[in-house]
Nanobody, 127 residues
Framework: QVQLVESGGGLVQAGGSLRLSCTAS????????MGWFRQAPGKERVFVAL????????LYADSVKGRFTISRDNAKNTVYLEMNSLKPEDTAVYYC????????????????????WGKGTLVTVSS
């Protein structure tokens, strides 16, 4: 079992920045693909970014490319999401996700193969 705890959400003005963190605990003896999804009010949860288990791939949703950066610290079992130039449409609950079975990255992006979810952290961007 893996437990995920997100932090770093909050209220920020448009154009501002936030950094989200997601720390994994439990069975962290292996490297997993970790990433972020978000769910805006009244909408489905959608992919934001991932960092593959082998460190070779960092993938982003088109809507955040050039503004968001995903990184990870394996020693701390933590993945980060640096969010810059935030827009009101980035307002959402952001969820950390882990794939513990080495699924294809694009399957992960479609929400498949996710074994663990965090409880989410709210990001609100005011205009």
């Amino acid at each position: 079992q893996v437990q995920l705890v997100e932090s770093g959400g909050g209220l920020v003005q448009a154009g501002g920045s936030l950094r989200l963190s997601c720390t994994a605990s439990g069975r962290t003896d292996r490297s997993y693909t970790m990433g972020w999804f978000r769910q805006a009010p009244g909408k489905e949860r959608v992919f934001v970014a991932l960092f593959s288990w082998n460190g070779r791939s960092k993938l982003y949703a088109d809507s955040v490319k050039g503004r968001f950066t995903i990184s990870r610290d394996n020693a701390k079992n933590t993945v980060y999401l640096e969010m810059n130039s935030l827009k009101p449409e980035d307002t959402a609950v952001y969820y950390c996700a882990v794939d513990a079975h080495y699924s294809d990255n694009y399957y992960f992006m479609r929400g498949g193969g996710i074994d663990y979810w965090g409880k989410g952290t709210l990001v609100t961007v005011s205009s």
